[in-house]
């Protein structure tokens, strides 16, 4: 676009350029599958003919779900880009009452505010692109950009300084949380979680050596030994969220849904987290038992022949006891991972950066 608010032109077609902010982490390699899309794919849209480039930037913006849309252009100054468009892709969620707010869209501006867990935890990037089409379509004023298909499936309304595109309807609450933890990168947990991995396969191996554990597994019943892997996997997150303070305070009546949100997205992350890592305890130490603990040695002790559930039952057990050693027993040294799967925490430390930012300048 050029001074005169006119779109520039050559003889290939009209061209626009887009900047796509994004916040660090899963909102930056989502701009950067679209950075690649969008020449390729919107470039006859609409029925024109456009020439797009599109490049990316990671940022991190000082936002909470509440701030105004007003408050974010402010923030992000999309009119000191020397662009055509700015797209900013955050990791926060955002919502008007209870209902999931996907993006924002300031056309005076050339301004559109994407929030990615609004869209859900499934066929995310796809819903992004869906819902990129659409602010870019409100953008250019171009109606045909976008099937009315997309515009039925993500509603929108004015307001005060634009355009809000919500959430599709129904289960509108449990997309946003699935999104939030699709956000949060569950798998991420488990890199943080290697120290205790040691620490844990370290009692696990222990218990092992001791042939009271291979008579506990043998009596022990289906329904006792999972409750004792519920016990044990609950006490996990519980260390966790208390050693790292992940868990969300609210401050007011007001904070309180919004918090609610947060520490659910928090334990179902951990959850997911601590899952896998409890599954990788059960592998290794099975292939351990059935490394070191041989049949002939086993069978005396239990009384009968021994069978390939003899082995699955013993590791079952050694799992729930090694998963209670690392939680009470063990440290992270580098508890980054751990703490991002908190939006509480991110937004503290959001907040931390913002301040010795501050008192460095």
Not at 13 to 42: F, H, N, Q, T, Y
Not at 284 to 300: G, I
Not at 323 to 336: C, F
Not at 340 to 345: C, D, F, P, Q, R
Request: aromatic residues 8%; neutral net charge; charged residues 20%.
């Amino acid at each position: 676009m050029d001074a005169n608010g006119s779109w520039r032109a050559d003889g290939d077609g009209e061209r626009v350029s887009v900047l796509l902010i994004a916040d660090p982490g899963k909102p930056a390699a989502i701009a950067e599958r679209l950075a690649e899309w969008m020449p390729g794919r919107l470039r006859a849209r609409g029925g024109i003919e456009r020439r797009w480039s599109a490049h990316v930037r990671r940022d991190s913006y000082l936002l909470a779900e509440g701030t105004d849309f007003a408050e974010v252009i402010d923030l992000v100054d999309p009119s000191a880009e020397a662009v055509d468009l700015v797209v900013y892709l955050t990791d926060l969620p955002r919502r008007e009452g209870t209902l999931p707010v996907v993006a924002d869209v300031s056309v005076d501006h050339r301004f559109a505010l994407l929030s990615v867990p609004g869209v859900g935890g499934i066929q995310v990037e796809r819903r992004i692109r869906t819902v990129t089409e659409l602010v870019i379509s409100s953008l250019l004023g171009d109606l045909e950009f976008t099937s009315s298909r997309a515009a039925r499936r993500f509603p929108s309304v004015q307001s005060t300084s634009g355009i809000r595109y919500f959430a599709p309807p129904g289960l509108r609450r449990l997309r946003l949380l699935s999104g939030m933890v699709r956000a949060n990168r569950p798998w991420r947990l488990v890199t943080g979680l290697s120290k205790v991995l040691v620490g844990a396969f370290a009692t696990g191996a222990i218990a092992l050596s001791t042939d009271t554990i291979w008579m506990f597994a043998d009596t022990m019943s289906p329904w006792r030994m999972s409750a004792a892997t519920v016990l044990s996997v609950a006490a996990m997150i519980l260390w966790l969220i208390l050693d790292h303070e992940l868990w969300e305070r609210p401050r007011s009546r007001a904070e309180r849904d919004r918090s609610v949100l947060y520490n659910m997205s928090t334990v179902i992350t951990l959850v997911v987290g601590v899952g896998v890592l409890y599954v990788a305890l059960f592998c290794l130490l099975l292939f351990t038992a059935w490394l070191t603990v041989s049949p002939e040695l086993l069978s005396p002790v239990l009384g009968h022949g021994v069978t390939s559930s003899d082995y699955l039952t013993l590791a079952w057990l050694l799992a729930s006891i090694a998963t209670i050693g690392g939680a009470l027993g063990s440290g992270l040294e580098d508890d980054t991972a751990v703490k991002e799967a908190a939006y509480g925490v991110r937004q503290r430390q959001r907040i931390d950066r913002h301040r010795s930012g501050s008192n460095e300048a």
